[in-house]
């Protein structure tokens, strides 16, 4: 089942809001599970929002401490005392992936691409559609759970920077992982404005799924410590989350091997 790596290039595009939406929606819109990775060891967004109080970590599995199967959670949000996603799961990463004070990528990645083949072997066999929320910087985490994706899905805001620097991204991955980018969202579009300078520019990095109007309930849910699609399902901004998951679900995205990709990377 295919792995969609979600990517914001700069800090503060709506890149956890829009993984967490995807997931929540795909686990509605269709009857498997869905399991959404929260990659972004710095920030957790996806842990502390939707499975807060997790102890095991997909970081204690790489380390040997833990099996899988303890660091997968169900998403705990509620209401009425019944879950709100019920066919939706949690990977919580926790803290960073490597050794403190280790520099060697590819002794890391040597170590750890065969852990990383057999959880994703077992994983795929269990979830229907595999989101990860990956880190907003660059460093070794960002390497490996970019490297696990079937495809990427980009998001940008709709301004120069943002769509620059995720063109200029969505070329390097693809050069040097095979990666390639099925879609890209433009998030906080200003209200009652056209957008369509900016997704024709967005389009150069891919097709343009979807925009998500700049929506102040997305702020309040934040606040609440809650996802939009959670607080406020109705609200536009999840009604186009909505439209972006039905997307998604239209697209075939084929599944891939992690160890090729890292293989091209070192260049074997």
């Given at each position: 089942m295919p792995i969609l790596s979600v990517m914001g290039t700069k800090g503060g595009v709506?890149?956890?809001?829009?993984?967490?939406?995807?997931?929540?929606?795909?686990?509605?819109?269709?009857?498997?599970?869905?399991?959404?990775?929260?990659?972004?060891?710095?920030v957790r967004t996806v842990e502390l929002k939707m499975c807060p109080g997790a102890d095991v970590t997909l970081a204690q599995v790489l380390e040997g401490k833990h099996s899988l199967a303890d660091a997968i959670y169900s998403c705990a949000l509620k209401a009425g005392g019944?879950?709100?996603?019920?066919?939706?799961?949690?990977?919580?990463?926790?803290?960073?992936f490597l050794p403190p004070g280790s520099r060697d990528i590819v002794g890391f990645v040597e170590h750890t691409v065969g852990r990383f083949e057999r959880m994703l072997s077992t994983l795929r066999k269990r979830f229907a559609y595999?989101?990860?929320?990956?880190?907003?910087?660059?460093?070794?985490?960002?390497?490996?759970?970019?490297?696990?994706?079937?495809?990427?899905?980009?998001?940008?805001?709709?301004?120069?920077?943002?769509?620059l620097s995720s063109k200029v991204t969505a070329e390097g991955l693809k050069q040097l992982l095979g990666i390639q980018a099925v879609g890209v969202v433009v998030n906080r579009a200003p209200r009652g404005s056209s957008v369509e300078e900016w997704t024709l520019?967005?389009?150069?990095?891919?097709?343009?799924?979807?925009?998500?109007?700049?929506?102040?309930?997305?702020?309040d849910a934040f606040r609440r410590d809650l996802p939009v699609v959670a607080l406020y399902p109705e609200a536009p901004s999840s009604l186009a989350l909505r439209k972006i998951a039905e997307e998604i679900l239209k697209m075939k995205i084929e599944p891939t091997r992690l160890l090729p990709k890292l293989e091209l990377a070192r260049g074997s």
């Open positions: 709506g890149k956890s809001t829009v993984a967490m939406g995807i997931s929540a929606w795909l686990s509605k819109l269709q009857k498997e599970m869905v399991l959404l990775v929260d990659g972004d060891t710095h019944k879950p709100l996603f019920p066919r939706l799961a949690i990977l919580p990463a926790g803290g960073r595999i989101i990860v929320d990956t880190p907003a910087s660059v460093g070794f985490e960002h390497l490996i759970l970019t490297a696990i994706a079937d495809a990427l899905l980009f998001v940008v805001n709709p301004d120069l920077d943002s769509i520019q967005a389009g150069e990095i891919a097709p343009v799924i979807g925009v998500v109007e700049d929506d102040e309930l997305v702020e």
